[in-house]
């Protein structure tokens, strides 16, 4: 089915990030990379997102916004964390305003490892991520079947 | 003709009635009675062939003459004392040169043997005199739960003169039919000059500093729009022998013109065209029904009216040329002048102002495209302004404020007002409706006739877009989704309402057949051919009112499908409110403000090139129409 | 042709063609920009993933104004290629883009709020230029009836060059392109986030873009216009202004609304009056 796969919109969230991910993953959208061939358009607004795409670890001002943007994205929605301290922290986990990776707050589809992600790590994450979601379009199909 | 007569002379009666009635009940009983037999009796008249065959009056001419003398004697001598109590010299000066003007007339020889019919009735009259019945009925109606609620809670502070304002807005109303019924130019006068101290007597109700001294400047400019009026019967009379409007408007344009200039300037005095406007504008001052019904819907249509009945005489002169200037300057100017401020009753003035420049500009262009435009302008702008002006009297008692910024999420707080609202709007700036079927036309006829004159209608055009529809998004946005209780509103303002926005919604639902029936027999018989919307424009119009009825159908699936979220603020959102946290963890609660393109336009800045513009384009009226 | 068979035709095929313009317009702007871009027919993609997406709203009456909008742009275009009165087209269109805005109105968030007025600002920026053309139109061919004009012998673009230019500038507003892009835009998300559509989602969000096809047809079909008597010319300058709005797109960068809409009324008055004046002046 068209659709899903093809056309991956991403928002793009720095929750406490030194900014490395970032450029990483904005390195996707220039032309060495052009993650746009596969229809990934970088929509700052949650509505109109599918891949919800964090980096940085997660701190007390992140976490209510992380919420409030997870919850303003439509279903089917997938959540890729980019990076290590999007993942689980990384080397900032024990610090006393780090609460963890993104997953203490909502549940994570993909994991892009690295720190910084690579951009082909990145693309391979989005990648995945499109997998995930169609298997969510799926769920979504079979759940309004017997409405 | 006993039903012209009665159209003329229950208002009149009724008013000095209501004058002598102090309680609520017996008023009451009065006005309601009085309006739905007004109302009856309009749409009686509507139904008769036109132009009417009129009997005999009951009374004889001079016996109405002398009459129609000593109550403008008095007028005068009022006016006088008004003038110079409160020190303005040039009301006393205007009157004395009009009082001047008509006494050295009246001692003409020959002046009452030259009066032919005293009254003419035809489709025109019969519009302009359903517009006065129905919506003038509606607002004195109306007028009676608002005024209530005036003088009870929203202003104590102001004397309560129900008795007196009344009484003037039913002899108003009388007036009005005299005026629309009038061929001789004697009693067009005399019902003219009725209107202007109508309106003094009534902007200045309140009694106010500013309320005193904006009713002067109505005085004082509308007196100067009688003083030419005056001229224009004694040079008519002196070149024609004849005091029938009638006959100037079929008489060569070498005899007319003149007189026609001097009246199209007294009926752009009336109409508030520039440089005339600012009397419009601080007439605001004045209770809601007075707005409505003198300074929108009725009164200054007398100047328009006169306008339009005049077009064929000033049609493709340089004297008609300069009135169509005014009307789009006016138009344009005004049309600009509403986007810059946020109080309601001021855009809906400068939107009145506007609009009847346009109206005036088709009767300065006076092809019969052009007439035809202007008439339906006058019908759908009457309908509809009168139907904002209520809805937004109604708000302000409820609200406290005439501010359009207070008034956002009217839809939830007064769900039925802000849909009428929304429906006055419509009517003015949407199409299918109305307004811009008259715009349609109009812009045809200015095209057919002085191409570079699309200017105006142009760029005026979309700046109304601008304000009307930043006003209707006031109106649906929802910030504060809990329901604030309001008060209900009284029965006589609800029964005004409904009938009003049904009303709009006919007429622009029924226009085909208004424009069959009375505008284009009217047009044509003027003219011998008349503008006309066409069969397959008709049609286009109806599939696009059906679209649109699709919307308010679309509510009933309730909102199936969708899922509610709060809107997009970076996510700082405080759920399910209007609030989210601001920079060092405050709390901030969103507000939205409209443009007001402060920077750009200027209101007072606006308003001097429209007065330095009208007066130019006035003088050289004069100077042409004497050539 | 039978003017329903053409306004059925419009109704069919322009969602293809217009979604086409909108892929080649992608890859085109990506090329300037030494990418590759997305397929051709990313659009389609885009409509047909949103169509399956949940429909999130603000307000659920949001989505019903987004739904007159859709279907006066289409009503909008069958008037235009069924050959009716141009005025009454421009009118049709007008009322559309005012439920667009309505809806965005109603979404109550400060973004689609500034969106709208914005929105609002640029149709009085073109709505003038708009009028004039059709005017200009007129006196050149003595008819509103765009079956009239459509079979106007002689190029009208030679009577009317200064209504062209003005058109085609009011056409980069229309098409919500740089530097003219103040309440949306398609490139990434700039001070106004999504702008006029910030809040719509799912199928309503579906139901703009493919709003936005029908209006480009639509747009493109009246520069055609211009060039009638001539088709093949006519379908040749429609796609080479499309292009030139797309490169004009990539060069600039956003104005602010005061300049757009000063820039835009002065090059109405100046081009397009001057062009009607002298159409005047000939007669």
Redesign the interface.
Known sequence: MYGPKQSPWILHYDASSCNGCDIETLACLTPIFDVERIGVLNTGNPKHADIFLVTGAVNEQSKGVILNLYRQLPDPKVVVAVGACAASGGIFRDCYNISGGVDSIVPVDVYVPGCAARPEAIIDGVVKALAVMEEKYKQMQLQKEPA | MTLVLALVLVPLLAGLVLLCLRAELPRRITVVTVTAAVCAGSIALACQPAPMVLGELPVSRHGIHLGMMAAEALMGLYILWVGARARQYLIVALMLAQAAVMGWFACLPGAEAAAGQALFVDKFSMIMALINGIVGGGICLYALGYMREYHTEAHRDIPDRRPFFFAVMFIFVGTMFGLVFADDLTWLFFFWEITTLCSFLLIGYTQTGEARKNALRALVMNLAGGLTFALAIVWFYRDAHSLSLQTLIHSGRAVALLPAALLCFAGITKAAQCPFSSWLLGAMVAPTPVSALLHSSTMVKAGVYLILRLAPVITGTTVGLMVALVGGVTFLLGSLAAITTPEAKRVLAYSTVANLGLVVLCGGIGTYEAVWAGVLLIIFHAVAKCLLFLCVGVVEHKLHSRNIEDMSGLILYMPRVAVMMLIGMAGMSLAPFGMLISKWAALRAVVDAYPMLSFFIVFGSSATLFFWVKWMGKLVEVVQPQRRVVKEISLDESVALYVLSLATFLACLLFPLLSKRFIEPYVAGVYGQSGFLGHGNTIIMVIMMVLVMLFPLSFLSRGRGVTLADPYLGGANIQGSPRFTGSGGTIETMTMHNYYMGGVLNEVWLSRVAVAGGAVMLALMLIFATL | MNPWLQAILYVVAAPVVGGLLAGWD?RVS?RM???????IL?P???V??????????????Q???V??FL??VI?TGA?FFAG??L??VI??L??AS??F??G??????????IG??RE??Q???Y??MV??TA?GM??TTKT?YVHGIASHHGLLVLALPGVFLGFVFALEIKFRKSPFDLSCSHH??QEL??GI???????T?AMIEVAHWYESVFLLGWVYLFFASSPVLGVVMALVVYAFVVLVDNVFARLKW?AA??SA?AV??VLG?GN??V??LLR
């Not at chain 3, 920009?33 to 397929?39: I, M």
């Not at chain 3, 559509?197 to 199928?203: H, K, P």
């Open positions: 992608r990506a920009q030494s990418r590759r871009g997305p397929p990313q389609f993609y885009d047909l993933k949103l169509w399956q997406k949940q429909n999130l709203a603000v307000c659920f009456s989505n019903y104004y739904l007159l279907l006066l009503f008037l009716a009165d005025l009454l009118f049709a007008t009322t005012i439920f805005v309505l965005a109105y109603k979404a109550s968030s400060p973004y689609s709020f709208a007025e609002l600002i149709i009085m920026a709505e003038p009028l004039l005017i007129y006196i509103f990434a998300h986030v999504r559509t910030t809040e719509f989602s799912g199928r969000l005061q809409l000063g009324w109405t008055a009056f009607i004046m159409l005047s």
